[in-house]
């Protein structure tokens, strides 16, 4: 009886170890990805493109000067943002200015491996810049995370920070123009950018959004006047077209998919009250105290 019961154990345990093989490397390339998927690229309007993960936005903004990308994703979403452009007949070679809307992970994870493959210059807030070129470790940050940033777990390749911007500074590529707006919250250098694209004969205005909400594990003293300023600039930005850095809050795949239907496919993307709504919520979020 014993001798049958060590030849189970034998069996149970040579199972559990032939599977650990088999399902770990799919498990850590899993946890890698951050749960992000690819996703179709698509024109939203005129120049502008998006080319992120299933709910990471990042953004293309074409012009014949050369091409801006806005916000590089984890690391290994850097990879499909490439391919993204690739697929929409554009190289990523082209790409001459990379900007981004925060420094943390899932926006500016995967500059460095954008930079590294289109050369482009990198620019940055002042208080971003820092955390960039550092690979994720900003002060901001409670000292486990940045514990953690610091030996790789949290952080990110570091990228090299060519340009630093000041609030209110225009980054030009030949025709393209985007305009800096630090709305600070999460992190000191959350950047919301703003800028006109053309679909036809009417110019519209964009407006990518930083996310400005109280996130656990970032704290500074300044950061709820920080807030309370960054609502005021958001609210004061005309905007016909509005983005994000997350894919959900702006609504990518519901307009995506409206889009394909539509008489004019730019016309469900063109969406002011949503962007009104979406600073009415994150208001209230602040004012109720969540922390996400």
Avoid at 74 to 85: E, Q
Avoid at 113 to 130: F, H, R, T, V
Avoid at 191 to 203: A, I, N, Q, Y
Wanted: with cysteine.
């Amino acid at each position: 009886m014993r001798n049958l019961i060590k030849e189970l154990l034998v069996v149970v345990l040579g199972l559990a170890a032939a599977l650990a093989v088999v399902l770990f490397p799919k498990w850590k390339a899993a946890a890698e990805l951050h749960g992000q998927g690819l996703a179709e690229p698509f024109r939203i309007a005129g120049n502008l493109y998006f080319v992120g993960a299933s709910d990471l936005g990042s953004f293309l903004l074409t012009g014949p000067q050369g091409h801006v990308v806005l916000d590089g994703g984890y690391p290994t979403t850097a990879p499909m943002i490439m391919a993204s452009i690739a697929s929409l007949g554009f190289d990523i070679k082209d790409v001459k200015v990379l900007l981004n809307s925060d420094p943390r992970p899932e926006q500016a994870g995967g500059l460095a491996a954008l930079q590294q493959a289109s050369g482009a210059a990198l620019w940055a807030s002042e208080a971003s810049a820092d955390v960039i070129a550092g690979g994720g470790d900003d002060p901001v940050m409670a000292l486990p995370l940045r514990a953690l940033a610091r030996t790789g777990v949290f952080g990110y390749p570091p990228a090299r920070v060519d340009h630093r911007f000041k609030d209110g500074d225009t980054i030009r590529v030949g025709p393209i123009a985007l305009t800096a707006h630090i709305t600070p919250g999460t992190t000191r250098g959350c950047t919301s950018w703003s800028f006109p694209v053309r679909d036809g004969s009417r110019v519209l205005n964009v407006v990518s959004a930083c996310g400005f909400g109280m996130t656990l594990g970032f704290r500074y003293p300044e950061q709820r006047a920080d807030i309370e300023r960054s609502l005021r600039v958001l609210r004061s930005l005309p905007a016909d077209i509005w983005v994000t850095s997350h894919g959900r809050p702006w609504g990518r795949y519901r307009k995506f998919v409206a889009s394909k239907t539509a008489k004019n496919p730019v016309d469900p993307f063109i969406d002011p009250e949503g962007y009104r709504d979406y600073i009415d919520a994150a208001e209230a979020e602040f004012r109720q105290g969540v922390v996400h």
